[in-house]
C-alpha cells in the first residue's frame, strides 16, 4: 500500500472527504439491508468496504468450509484465489477462487455432492440449483449462497469421459468435483484494476 501525504491530498481533499463519507453511509446501509450478490457487475446491492487481502482471505475460509461439508479427504487442488474489478464500480473487486476436490471414486464423489446439497443449508447456505448442469456431460450442478456473507458457490462434478468416441483430450484427467467461489463485489480505495 502506498502511504499518502497531506500534500498528495490537498488538491483532492474535498472530493476525498465527501467520498469518504458517502461511503461510510453506504457501509452502514449494507448493515441494515444486507446483499446479493449477482454473476454480472449490474448490482442490486451496495458493496462492503473491505481490504483485498481481507476479501482474499474470506474466500479461503470459504472454500474450507465447502471442503468440511463434503465430508472429502483426500487431495484438493487448491490455487490462489483471483481478483477482478467491478466494471460499473469505482475501486470495486471481486474475488473468485477455483479448486478441485478428488475422491477415490466416482460414487464417493458423487456422495459428497449429495452431503453437501444437504449439509450446507444447515449452515446458512441457501440451495439455488442442485440439478443436471445445461452441458454435454449433462453432470450434476449445485449452486448456493452464503445467506450472511452472499459469497456464491457452484460445485460441478468433473468427471472424464467414457464415451469411446471421446476425445484423447475429454478422457485426460482426473474425477473429481470442481468448485467455483465467488464473492460479492467488494470496495477498496487502494484497488486499482490489475490489482491481484
Not at 468496504?49 to 482474499?56: C, F, H, L
Not at 458423487?110 to 440449483?129: F, I, N, S
Not at 443436471?132 to 452464503?146: G, P
Request: with cysteine.
Amino acid at each position: 500500500m502506498t502511504e499518502m501525504t497531506s500534500k498528495s491530498l490537498s488538491p483532492r481533499r474535498p472530493a476525498r472527504v465527501a467520498a469518504a463519507l458517502a461511503l461510510t453511509a453506504l457501509t452502514a446501509l449494507i448493515s441494515t439491508t444486507g446483499c446479493t450478490a449477482m454473476q454480472d457487475d449490474g448490482l442490486d446491492y451496495t458493496p462492503q468496504k473491505m481490504a483485498v487481502k481481507d476479501a482474499k482471505d474470506l474466500v479461503r475460509r470459504q472454500s474450507s468450509v465447502i471442503l468440511d461439508a463434503s465430508g472429502l479427504r483426500y487431495e484438493t487442488s487448491n490455487g490462489s484465489p483471483d481478483v477482478s474489478p467491478c466494471e460499473k464500480v469505482e475501486h470495486g473487486y471481486r474475488v473468485k477462487h477455483f479448486w478441485k476436490a478428488y475422491g477415490p471414486s466416482r460414487e464417493v464423489l458423487t456422495a459428497a455432492l449429495q452431503r453437501l446439497h444437504e449439509e450446507l443449508p444447515k449452515r446458512g447456505w441457501k440451495v439455488y440449483r442442485f440439478e443436471k448442469a445445461n452441458s454435454k456431460a449433462q453432470q450434476m450442478q449445485l449452486d448456493v449462497e452464503d445467506t450472511k456473507l452472499h459469497h456464491t458457490v457452484t460445485v460441478e462434478e468433473d468427471f472424464v469421459s467414457r464415451d469411446p468416441s471421446a476425445s484423447k483430450w475429454e478422457k485426460a484427467g482426473r474425477d473429481g468435483l470442481f468448485i467455483t467461489v465467488d464473492s460479492p463485489c467488494y470496495v477498496d480505495p487502494e484497488y486499482k484494476t490489475g490489482d491481484q
